[in-house]
């Protein structure tokens, strides 16, 4: 059974970088895309943005400037980097695994999540 | 981007009855259209994907429909279990976007 775990700080400064990592295990990591999607009371669920594991990214729109998300497929994990955060960016932040191999696809296994606080 | 549009926002409903969500897309998705049920402190589970295609271990009483624009989430007989915020979520095209969520209560 595939388990994601997300992992990083839960508190980041306004004006500087969330960084999370999610740890892929009963699984490998080559196949599927592999998604950040976060959740806060004012905007519900939204999807930050997928990779593949040949590192071929896809954005969301909104974060698109501000994110970065890159694979180690030697350590089966995954990360995400948000610049510049505000309060806007607290949220309970999640990594999932597509249902296919296609970017198109539905989110079939999912983290625990990561609560992110973004306070001086 | 594409809007997903859920309702109601909240549905109060018996043990037994039946419930019905929907989620309307800004434009036509054709069938790229999938279901999560989340429990408070869970993570969303997926309940069903591409409108109407069941998964394993999910109960046989939750039943996709729809196509296009127009989707509906039905749960048959709702056991006390099935209290959950229920999320549309399409995949005809990127951004990937979400519903904002049906909340179901058992009276």
């Known amino acids: 059974q595939v388990h994601l775990q997300e992992s990083g700080p839960g508190l980041v400064k306004p004006s500087e970088t969330l960084s999370l990592t999610c740890s892929v295990s009963g699984g490998s990591i080559s196949s599927f895309y592999w998604n950040w999607i976060r959740q806060s009371p004012g905007k519900g669920l939204e999807w930050i943005g997928n990779i593949y594991f040949t590192g071929t990214t896809n954005y969301n729109p909104s974060f698109k400037s501000r994110v970065t998300i890159s694979v180690d497929t030697s350590k089966n994990e995954f990360s995400l980097r948000l610049n510049s955060v505000t309060a806007a960016d607290t949220a309970l932040y999640y990594c999932?695994?597509?249902?296919?191999?296609?970017?198109?696809?539905?989110?079939?296994?999912w983290g625990q999540g990561t609560q992110v606080i973004v306070s001086s | 981007e594409i809007v997903l549009t859920q309702s109601p926002d909240f549905q109060s409903v018996a043990p037994q009855e039946t419930v019905t969500i929907t989620c309307r897309a800004s434009?036509?998705?054709?069938?790229?259209l999938h279901w999560y049920q989340q429990k408070p402190g869970q993570s969303p589970k997926l309940l069903v994907k591409y409108t109407s295609q069941s998964l394993s271990g999910v109960p046989s009483r939750f039943n996709g429909s729809g196509s296009g624009t127009d989707f509906t989430l039905t749960i048959n007989s709702l056991e006390a279990e099935d209290a959950a915020t229920y999320y549309c979520?399409?995949?005809?095209?990127?951004?990937?976007?979400f519903g904002g969520g049906t909340k179901v209560e058992i009276k």
């Open positions: 999932a695994r597509t249902y296919s191999g296609s970017s198109f696809s539905s989110f079939q296994h």
């Open positions: 979520h399409q995949s005809s095209s990127l951004p990937l976007t």
């Open positions: 434009q036509s998705i054709g069938r790229s």
